[in-house]
C-alpha cells in the first residue's frame, strides 16, 4: 500500500452474522459508498473472488489460530499463500496481510509465535515474488502500551519490547511495512467519564489538553492515543515508521453501564473522524504523515458475543439501510454539513402549533415536550441528534427493534427524544426548546404504543 499525502479511509468488514448479505452485494454496497478500502478478518474464497476486479484494496488476515502452525513451519505458509492468495492476486487487489490480531491479549498466549510467523508469511510471498507488493503486519491493541497519559510519555508494556515488540518493529521497518494499531477513544470515554469530554472524545470544538512535556496540544482522544504509539515507537528508536489506525469506531447502541453509545454519538465520532482523516494532516507528533484509518465496523455483528455494544458498532444494518447517515469520501463530505455541535442556546417562544401524533388525555398538571413539525426536517434532525447525544436523553426505545421505534418517524422519534432530555432535566425552563424545534403539552403524546415517561 502506498500512504499518499493525503489520509485514507477504509472499513472492516467482519462477519460473525447469520443474516449478512451476500458477499456480492457486499461489494455493490461498497462501491455505492465509495469506499475503495477493506480489511477482512480471514481469507474467505467467496468474499475475495466477490472483490475481484472491484478495484478495492484489501487486507486479509491469518487468524490468531494458526499462528503457531506458521511460526513452526515455512511448508504451512507455503501452502498458506498458495491457497490464499496467489488464486485472488493481483485481480483481487490484495495488499496487506494481518497475521494474527490483538496478539498480545490472545488468551491462548500466542505472543511467542507472532514474529516467525510474520517472518515465515513474508519469505512464502518472496517465493511468489509479490511481498513487495503485499505487506505483512499485524494488528496491536492500545493494551500494549504501558503508559499513554501525556501522548509524549508512551511507552509499550516492558515484559513485550525485547521479546516481540522490537523484533517486530524491525522487521516491519525492513519490510517496508507499518504497524496496525487498533484505537478506541470509546474505552477511555466510558471509563473516564469524570474527566474526559464527551466534546473532546467526539472531535468537536473543545479547549483542548496539553501536552505537559512538550506543549503539543491535543483537539481528540483519538490523536492523542495514536501519538502515544508513536511515542512508544519513537523511545525505542522507530522513529520513521509508519502506522495504520486498523480498527476504530463507535457503537450505536450498548449496556446501561456503556455510556455515550447512541446513534448520535457514533455518527459524531465516527463522521467527525472521517473529516479530520480526509481533509486535515497527521497528529500534534507527525504532522507531515497522513492518517489511514478503517472504521469498524461495516454491518452490526448480531452472533458477536460480550456487551451489548459489540454488537452495534456497525454503520448498517444487515439489511444495507444506514445506522445512521455520514459522508465516508471528499465529494460526500462536499455536500455534507456537520451536526450540530452544541445544541442552541437561544430562548425562542414555544412554536404554537398542533402536537405531532395523536394526544390522550392526562393530569393537567403534568407537561411533555414535543417536536415542532413546522421547524424543518435539518433543525429537528441537528436537535434530535444534540438530544441523544450530548444532551443525554434516553434514546434506546427509539432504536430499531425497541418499543417506540414505530412510527419510524422523524416527528416520533425527535418527540421521544427531546420528552426524555425535557424529563431528565426535571422540566426545567428553557429544556424544551432546541432553538424553537420543540415545545411543550399538556396531554401526553400518543405515538403508537409508546409510553412517553414523565420522570426519570
Known sequence: MTLGDSGTIGINYGRVAN????????????????????????TDSTVLSALSGSGISVTVALPNEQLSSAAGSLSFTDKWVQTNIIPYYPKTLIDAIAVGNEVFVDPKNTTTFLVPAMKNVYASLSKYDVASKIKVCSPVALSALQSSYPSSSGSFKSE????????????????????MVNAYPFFAYIANTDTISLDYAMFRDNKGVTDPKNGLVYKSLFEAQVDAVFAAMNALGFKDLKMVISETGWPSSGDENEVGSTPANAAAYNGNLVRRVLTGKGTPLRPNQPLNVYLFALFNENQKTGPTSERNYGLFYPNEKKVYDIPLTLEGLKNHQPAMKNGSKNQVPAAAAPPSGEVSASKAAQT????????????????????????????????????CYNPNSLDAHASYAFNSYYQKNARKSGSCDFGGAAYLVTQSPKFGNCVFPTGY
Do not use: H
Not at 517486530?168 to 504497524?179: A, G, H
Open 368 to 403: 411533555w415536550c414535543v417536536a415542532n413539525g413546522d421547524a424543518g426536517k435539518k433543525k429537528l434532525q441537528d436537535a434530535l441528534d444534540y438530544a441523544c447525544g450530548e444532551g443525554g436523553a434516553d434514546c434506546r426505545p427509539i432504536q430499531e427493534g425497541a418499543n
Open 160 to 179: 513485550l519490547i525485547e521479546p516481540v515488540v522490537k523484533p517486530m518493529l524491525s522487521f516491519l521497518k525492513q519490510t517496508d511495512s507499518y504497524l
Open 19 to 42: 443474516n449478512l448479505p451476500s458477499p456480492p452485494q457486499v461489494v455493490q454496497l461498497l462501491k455505492a459508498q465509495g469506499l475503495t478500502k477493506v480489511k477482512l478478518y480471514d
